[in-house]
Every structure is written in C-alpha cells, then in structure tokens.
C-alpha cells in the first residue's frame, strides 16, 4: 500500500513538474507574440465559442457513488475530473450520461450537471499529461488576448454550453441562445469605441460596432445555428440588422461544416476521448448525446466547381463514410445522404442494436423537425461583414470507418474493424491497404478529426475572383519559393499550383463591395500538418489572429478620423489600414508590412517588395521605396486609363470614391477603394458637393458614408 502511494506522489510530481515548466514555455510565447503590439486601450469585445467536450461542466447537485467512498458535491467539477474517472469510473460515467430517451438527467442516483461559466469554464478544465490537449485547448488564445489588453467578462466574453445537447434542447432547457443575445447586447452596447456617425442632411445617430466570434470545432456549428436563430425569433430582415449591428467578425478554426466521421464512430462503437474507458462504455456514456447530430457527415446539398476542384472533382464524399458487417458476413456501404440522414444504417442495425432506435429518434425530432435551421443544406457564408476560417491540413484523418458485431459480443456492442484515412494525397485502411492515390499537386487531407472535404467546404463562402499567398513554414526561405496570385481563382490555383514536400501556410482571401456599399472580407487559411486542436494554439494562427484583431480594432476604432483626416490633407499617403496599432505612414522599412488581402505590401505609394536574402516572412521583405533607388511607385491598376467617376455622384470636401481604379486615382489599402479628386471637370455640373452639414453649416464630422438621392448608404 505504501509503495502505491508513493508511486501516486512521484508520477503527481511529475506531473506539476511537466505542467509547471509546460506553462512558463506557452507564457514565453505568447510574451514574444504580444512584445510587437501595443496593448488595446478600448479592443473590440471577443467572445469565444468552444467546440465539443471544452467547456467545464459541474455538479448542480450531491450525488453519492454507490459501492464507494467518493461522491460528487454541489459545484465540483464532473467534466473533467479525472480522478473520479480513475477512483469512481460508474460514478463518473453515470454522471456524464444523459437520458437516451429525452436527454434528461440521469437518476438513480439523481445526477444534475451544468455547464460552468467564465473564462476558466473553458480555459483549463484538468491539466495534466493524463487528458493532454483535451483540456487545454484554449489556453494560450484566453493568455494571448489577457495580455493584449482585453478584460475578462467585459471584452473578453466565453460562452460554455453543454456539448451533449442539440441546439434545440440547447434552447428549450437553458435557454442557451437568448442570454447569447443578451451576453453579446450587453457587451457591445457597453463598448466605448461606439461613436456618432453624422450623415449631410441627417441627424446624428449612434453606430455601434458589433464584436468578433472566434468558434472552434463544433463551436461553429453553434454559432451557426444562433446566427439562424436570430433571424428565426425575429424575422429574416430584423435579424439581418441584428447581426449587422452586434457581430463584425467571426473566425471558424476547425469548422466541421460537412461534419466530421468521428460522430459516427462515437454513435456506432462509442469513442473515448483518451479517457481510460472502454469503446462499449463510452457508447453507453454517450448515448443520449443528441448532440453527436450537429457534426454528423454530410453530403454538399448543392454543387460548387471550386469545391469540387479542391477535391479531385468529388461533388460528394469519395468513399462511403461508413461500412457495417452483419453477424450473417454480408457487409454493406453508407453515404451520408441515404446512410446516415436517411436512416438507412441506423435502420439496418437496430435488429442487433436496440439503442440505434435512439440515435434515429434525435435525427429525426432535434434535427430533421428543427423550425429554425435545415442542417442538411449546407452552411452558406455567415451573414457579418468580415469571415475567417483557418484550418490544418495535410494530417492522417479518418475518413470511414468499418463496424463489425462480433459473435460473442455483448448486445449493443460493435467493434471497429477498420478505419480508413486520408493522408496528403492517399487514402489507405488501417492495414496499409491502398484504396487509392490521388494527383499530389492538386489534394490536401484533413486536421486529424474532419475531412478536407468537410473543411474546404467554406472556400464556397468566397467571390470567384481572390487572392492567394503562400509561404513555406520554415524560418529562412527564397523568394522563388513564394507563390503569390492576384485576382485569380480556384480553377488557376489547383491548374498551376505544384506541391512539393515543404510545410506551407497557405492564404485565399478576397475583399468586395456589397450593393449597400458595406465592404465585405472573407479569408480561408490553410495550415499545413497543424491538427485539429492544436491549431487554436499554434503560433502562426495565434499571430495571423493577434494581428487581425489590432487590424479590426484600428481600422474600426479609428476609421472615421483617419478617413477625415486623409480627405482634409488629400490622402495619397494616408492608410486606413494600419500596422501593429498605429494609423500612419511607414517612414522606415521595418513599419512596412504585407497586405495579405491584397497580395502585395501595404501603403503602396510608400512601401514596395524588395527581397533580400535573408527575410525570412514577406513583411521582412516590404521596405520604403525612397531607400532602394525607386520614387513613390504606383501599380498598373492604379493608374488605368479610365475616365474618374465618382460613386453615387457624390464628393467630400473636394474628393470621392471612384467606381474603379482610374487615372490619377489612388488605392486606400484596407478598403479596396480607388480615391481621387472630384472636380466638375471631371465629373460634371450635377455632381453634389457635399462639404457641410446641411443642419449645422459644420463640416460633417465622419465622411464614412452618406445618403444619396435614393436613400442608400454610400461608402
């Protein structure tokens, strides 16, 4: 017994030893992430969305396990309390259950658990070698953004819920949507960056800029739901408004918008989640987990050639996502379409498999009956002003899975045969079968948990013409080994892309213009060999991401000055699209930076790509041009020769925005908008010269828009 417990107390050591000098690495990198910014005085709120299995959830009632010692007190925690897995293992599981039934708590004993709330409801819910990254996920970000300024609860908002749930349950029982609506209200009404937008003609009104959702995994599947929701409760128009006025950014990372084969493995044979459990006892756990419904495989409801294109010209799934072997041996296929949201395989196991009939129940009454959202047509682009959705690719990921009942198995209890993977361009069983190879130069595979055709279904969200930049993963590289393509598309991208056997961060984005004059940014990032949970917390998400927010934060935060002040002083030089939070003119190399939306170094007219070796990302390479033998360089797009006119028939204070890039026209970076001078010559005696506010005489005090003769805001 003594030599137990001191095996207990080393391996304890060990653990705090290997946590300890863990933490003071991560707090190391984030120091030397956040050292390149300015802390945020007044940042955009944030809310963070977690995926399934990251939110803490607690004990809302005592419960006494039977047959032991141990128990669970009000306000323990219950996920993820690994020694109740390890010392009380039926307690723990008994607990985590739901009724397969209704999903209610499970009784006898009663057991009530809820999810947790605040930051460290989804920080750190047991750290330690034992559950690795499952309870971590989230840390580095929540540290990441602590030192950047945001303040928890204020800017900085989390939103935990009980991952076992469907949406709809979700909603009927916690009431998990309408206090999302009031969570993200409460923070964005309170947001000091809110300001006093005057249009010529109007009465001030105040214009609030919305906060920035950051989902991983499953979590984007919530979000997509409540964004479905929200137009659901109050009407399509109303709602539109609602999510224009309180959301400005939301960033996917890991998104499983096709779902994710691992639902089915969960469903069929029970998937452990590390935990050192049983398949059959996990099944069992899992059971009334109508949640496993939100990420179950999908086929695309409609076609898309890029899609198609990224997938070797797969409309649908390229193999079946599952298999089953009967105790009979015949053996049968499923697709998602007739397979799993038809029914077709929970109807072909029930004669076996009593507990099917639950998981057919939830599909067709917390999925296939929902009001607010068909899940089976695929998530078209979220309806806010700018979307990211970021990735890893290229990692072995399961892409099937074969199920076999063994003859002297236990009712209910289904083996894993054989699972089948993709990895890079290949696709192979478990036994190294080769299923089949595809063009290396044209296919990426999943994060380690969701297909690549479940992932690159978000390249859909895009225009057909963007922009596309990739870079080797490695500290030093030549510029030859940079691929940059403007205004190009898909079909040019896999056409003339050549894979070789480097580690790439690749980045497709596009910027446009909406018919309301609102500017609209969506952006794919592709992370080579990052899996599935890690990418949260790799750094080169983190510092894309850290960069973004200063981005959004100074491109919001002071859009409307900077905008004035580029119109009074004639703004050739003038960027709204500022670097590390400061909006001026780069007067050294090391203040230029690359523009990735639109592939080139930003404030054009200043800073220009001049590669040394040496650099070692493209912001090293972007350096003034008056210091490498060139004067203020404008691009051929710049200077068109086009005839100017302005958009709307609109001027202020003697400049307006152009319809398109035009002589004499110059680019403001961040906006995809050609600026210039108005004068009649140019644009005729009916152009309206708006300089002063018609109430006031005042000069308006923001040119961000303005009403035009049709009533339509004009940017």
């Known amino acids: 017994m003594r030599v137990t417990a001191c095996l207990v107390v080393l391996l304890w050591g060990l653990v705090v030893a290997y946590d300890s000098q863990k933490e003071k690495d991560e707090e190391d990198e984030i120091s030397k992430l956040t050292e390149d910014f300015e802390l945020l005085e007044e940042p955009m709120p944030v809310l963070l969305l977690p995926g399934f299995a990251s939110s803490r959830l607690r004990a809302y009632s005592s419960t006494k396990c039977p047959g032991n010692m141990l128990r669970f007190d009000l306000n323990d925690d219950v996920w993820l309390d690994v020694a109740m897995v390890l010392g009380a293992k039926w307690c723990f599981l008994h607990c985590m259950s739901l009724n397969p039934v209704n999903q209610s708590d499970p009784t006898h004993p009663r057991c009530r658990i809820r999810p947790d709330q605040g930051l460290d409801?989804?920080?750190?819910?047991?750290?330690?070698?034992?559950?690795?990254?499952?309870?971590?996920?989230?840390?580095?970000?929540?540290?990441?953004?602590?030192?950047?300024?945001?303040?928890?609860?204020?800017?900085?908002?989390?939103?935990?819920?009980?991952?076992?749930l469907a949406p709809m349950q979700l909603e009927s029982r916690d009431h998990y949507f309408t206090k999302l609506r009031q969570k993200i209200e409460n923070a964005v009404e309170s947001d000091n960056r809110n300001f006093v937008k005057r249009h010529p003609g109007m009465k001030n009104h105040v214009v609030s800029r919305g906060l920035m959702v950051i989902g991983h995994s499953m979590g984007n599947n919530i979000f997509r739901y409540f964004e479905k929701w929200i137009k659901y409760s109050m009407g399509v128009t109303a709602g539109?408004?609602?999510?224009?006025?309180?959301?400005?950014?939301?960033?996917?990372?890991?998104?499983?918008?096709?779902?994710?084969?691992?639902?089915?493995?969960?469903?069929?044979?029970?998937?452990?989640?590390?935990l050192p459990i049983t398949e059959y006892d996990a099944r069992k756990m899992g059971l009334g987990y109508s949640s496993y419904g939100m990420v179950l495989p999908a086929d695309p409801s409609h076609e898309d050639k890029r899609h198609s294109l990224l997938n070797n010209e797969n409309r649908k799934a390229p193999i079946p996502v599952s298999s089953i072997v009967f105790p009979n041996g015949t053996e049968k296929a499923y697709n998602p379409s007739e397979g799993v949201w038809g029914l077709d395989i929970w109807k072909d196991i029930q004669e076996f498999d009593p507990w099917a009939t639950y998981i057919q129940s939830y599909i067709i009454n917390l999925y296939q009956s929902d009001p607010v959202i068909n899940f089976e047509d695929s998530w078209r682009r979220p309806d806010v002003q700018n979307v990211y959705c970021v990735y890893g690719v290229n990692r072995k990921t399961p892409v099937s899975f074969k199920f076999i009942y063994p003859e002297n198995g236990w009712e209910n209890d289904w083996d894993t045969k054989e699972v089948i993977y993709e990895d890079h361009n290949r696709v192979y069983s478990d036994s190294g079968e080769e299923i089949f190879k595809y063009d290396p130069t044209r296919t990426n595979s999943g994060d380690g948990t969701v297909s690549y055709f479940s992932l690159s279904w978000c390249h859909t969200w895009m225009e057909e013409r963007i922009n596309i930049t990739r870079i080797p993963q490695k500290d030093m590289y030549q510029q030859d080994e940079i691929l940059l393509m403007r205004d190009t598309t898909i079909q040019d991208y896999v056409s003339t892309e050549i894979r070789t056997d480097q580690e790439y961060d690749t980045f497709f984005e596009e910027r446009h213009l909406e018919p309301n004059g609102e500017i609209r940014s969506t952006a794919v990032w592709e992370l080579d060999d990052i899996d599935h949970r890690a990418v949260i917390m790799e750094p080169v998400f983190l510092e894309q991401m850290s960069h973004q927010i200063h981005v959004q934060n100074n491109v919001v935060g002071k859009m409307e000055a900077q905008i004035e002040k580029m119109i009074n002083t004639m703004i050739s030089t003038i960027s709204i699209f500022p670097k590390r939070g400061a909006a001026v003119v780069p007067t050294t190399d090391t203040e230029c930076f690359w523009d990735y939306l639109h592939v080139k170094c930003a404030f054009p007219h200043v800073c220009g790509y001049y590669y040394k070796f040496g650099d070692y990302h493209l912001g090293m390479s972007c350096r003034l041009h008056k210091n490498h033998g060139s004067s203020i360089v404008l691009t051929e797009e710049d200077h068109k020769e086009v005839?100017?006119?302005?958009?709307?028939?609109?001027?202020?204070?003697?400049?307006?925005?152009?319809?398109?890039?035009?002589?004499?026209?110059?680019?403001?970076?961040?906006?995809?908008?050609?600026?210039g001078r108005c004068t009649f010559a140019i644009n005729g005696p009916d152009l309206d010269m708006l300089g002063h506010d018609t109430d006031t005489g005042a000069p308006p005090t923001s040119v961000m828009s303005a009403t035009n003769a049709s009533g339509k805001d004009e940017l």
């Open 121 to 164: 409801a989804i920080s750190q819910l047991n750290p330690g070698v034992v559950t690795g990254p499952l309870s971590v996920v989230w840390k580095r970000l929540i540290d990441l953004l602590l030192n950047m300024g945001f303040i928890p609860e204020k800017t900085l908002l989390v939103a935990p819920y009980d991952f076992r």
């Open 240 to 274: 539109k408004e609602w999510l224009a006025t309180y959301i400005n950014t939301f960033i996917a990372v890991g998104a499983p918008i096709l779902g994710a084969q691992f639902s089915l493995q969960a469903a069929v044979s029970g998937l452990t989640f590390g």
């Open 643 to 675: 005839p100017c006119e302005c958009m709307g028939g609109i001027c202020y204070n003697g400049l307006c925005r152009y319809k398109s890039a035009c002589k004499d026209s110059f680019l403001a970076p961040g906006l995809d908008a050609h600026w």
